[in-house]
Nanobody
Framework: QVQLVESGGGLVQPGGSLRLSCAASGSIFSIYAMGWYRQAPGKQRELVAFITSGGNANYADSVKGRFTISRDNAKNTVYLQMNNLKAEDTASYYC???????????????WGQGTLVTVSS
């Protein structure tokens, strides 16, 4: 099986920064795309950013210019650097890998357990 484990959430003041990490482990052959979603209380889960194994990245309009997604393919780890955080960024952030190919050549869609980011003074 494959697991995604997030870390780096917490409480930060408006204008501050946080860096989230998500490490994939298990019987992994390859991972094409990895990304971050978030879900605020009472709202639907939304895509924040994703990145391919080749480094192509896409962002939600609401985070462009403030968030940067990056990836270490050798470590099967994806990062989300969040700068100039705003109160509306408060949410649980979930790591996602929609097409993990296992060593048995099965393809899995995997989610992390989530990490809470709270932006408040």
């Amino acid at each position: 099986q494959v697991q995604l484990v997030e870390s780096g959430g917490g409480l930060v003041q408006p204008g501050g920064s946080l860096r989230l990490s998500c490490a994939a482990s298990g019987s992994i052959f390859s991972i094409y795309a990895m990304g971050w979603y978030r879900q605020a209380p009472g709202k639907q889960r939304e895509l924040v950013a994703f990145i391919t194994s080749g480094g192509n990245a896409n962002y939600a309009d609401s985070v462009k210019g403030r968030f940067t997604i990056s990836r270490d393919n050798a470590k099967n780890t994806v990062y989300l650097q969040m700068n100039n955080l705003k109160a509306e960024d408060t949410a649980s952030y979930y790591c996602n890998a929609p097409g993990v190919v296992t060593t048995a050549r099965a393809t899995l869609a995997v989610w992390g357990q989530g990490t809470l980011v709270t932006v408040s003074s």
